[in-house]
């Protein structure tokens, strides 16, 4: 089930929450003790971070998949603040610059350069710095090519320890499918509808996402059902496919404007509709696809920025969820954003 930590960061005392809470998120995912120590050393970085320079924020620590011929589980850790933003990133990012007295000195660059991948992106409205850390070292930019990468957030409704919702990513030959489920309610139950979900998806991506549905169908009916989202890229025909049924939002960014794609009503596992077909589209680089569950503000605005949308998919996920929600009107529902796009340009080596 989607296993979540969602730690709110205001002062020095919740830092040590974020390392214990990296630390069992390590553990779930056996990371081994290195990669362990990569992970918390990350992670408290960016909640000192967010402390002393951002006034507080919060911290999300998420278990997510690395898409490739086998599922490998990592650690994903998001600080999201309302602070002054970064004055200048490149100084920021240099290897071991840091101004905090209270930091362990490891700065932005060092935990870029150790983390499997991170991004950042700030403005005078915010930081959000994404980082993530697998079971064994990422492969070098050279060998991980240009295909679509995907990205996402999960945040349980008042920080509970399971959330409804679930997000992955599978690719299967020329075939990238970005997949979103929201359970029917939140708890453990909504949980384990999500995760049938997604099991099912890394045993279907093969196939197109009409008939991955119809299997996901299949799988959820022992569970209460859910709303669930298919989005799959064909890197050989640069086509993309999208289907879905039950309420998940999907937009597609195509060139100054961002297209609506409908899901059809009803429930997965429970209430399936006669007939899902797919819509198919032209698949153009830079034009990224948020996929979103109900608990997103209906009316929440896309981002604008063209730069934040050359980020890594997980920071566009973690911008457009902090935007649209505030202290003053908080979630009211497990919510998650997950976003397809190009391969974004790797910073880690290269800050500038």
């Keep these: 089930?989607?296993?979540?930590?969602?730690?709110?960061?205001?002062?020095?005392?919740?830092v040590r929450d974020v390392r214990v809470a990296v630390e069992a998120a390590s553990a779930h995912v056996r990371l081994d003790p290195h990669r362990t120590a990569v992970a918390a050393l990350v992670a408290t970085e960016l909640a000192t971070n967010l402390v002393k320079h951002a006034g507080g924020g919060r911290v999300v620590i998420d278990i997510v998949d690395r898409p490739g011929a086998t599922r490998a589980p990592g650690v994903q850790v998001a600080a999201i603040d309302y602070g002054p933003g970064i004055h200048d990133i490149t100084v920021a990012l240099r290897d071991g610059y840091t101004t905090s007295e209270a930091s362990l000195g490891a700065g932005l660059g060092t935990c870029m350069r150790i983390s499997d991948d991170f991004d950042l992106y700030s403005t005078p409205r915010g930081t959000v710095a994404v980082a993530r850390v697998d079971q064994e070292?990422?492969?070098?930019?050279a060998q991980r090519g240009q295909g679509p990468r995907a990205g996402g957030i999960n945040v349980p409704l008042g920080r509970n320890e399971h959330s409804g919702d679930a997000w992955s990513c599978a690719r299967s030959g020329s075939r990238v499918t970005l997949m979103l489920a929201d359970g029917l309610?939140?708890?453990?139950?909504?949980?384990?509808?999500?995760s049938a979900a997604v099991d099912e998806l890394h045993r279907s991506a093969h196939l197109p996402p009409e008939e991955i549905l119809r299997h996901m169908h299949l799988a959820l009916r022992p569970t209460r059902g859910a709303a669930v989202a298919v989005a799959q890229v064909d890197t050989d025909s640069g086509e993309l496919a999208f289907a879905g049924v039950g309420n998940i939002g999907a937009r597609l960014h195509a060139g100054d404007l961002w297209e609506h794609l409908i899901s059809h009503p009803g429930i997965v596992g429970a209430q399936y509709?006669?007939?899902?077909?797919?819509?198919?589209?032209?698949?153009?680089?830079?034009?990224?696809?948020?996929?979103?569950?109900?608990?997103?503000?209906?009316r929440w605005a896309p981002p604008d920025d063209p730069d934040l949308l050359t980020r890594?998919?997980?920071?566009?996920?973690?911008?457009?969820?902090?935007?649209?929600?505030s202290a003053a009107s908080p979630v009211r529902d497990d919510t998650s954003v997950a976003v397809l796009a190009s391969d974004p340009v790797d910073r880690r080596h290269d800050p500038a």
Excluded: N
């Design 137 to 141: 070292p990422a492969p070098c930019r």
């Design 312 to 325: 890594d998919p997980a920071v566009v996920a973690a911008t457009i969820l902090r935007d649209a929600s």
């Design 273 to 298: 509709p006669a007939t899902v077909p797919a819509r198919r589209l032209p698949w153009r680089p830079g034009g990224p696809l948020v996929l979103h569950s109900d608990g997103l503000p209906s």
């Design 185 to 194: 309610g939140h708890g453990t139950q909504a949980a384990q509808a999500s």
């Design 1 to 14: 089930m989607a296993r979540v930590w969602d730690i709110p960061v205001y002062d020095s005392t919740r």
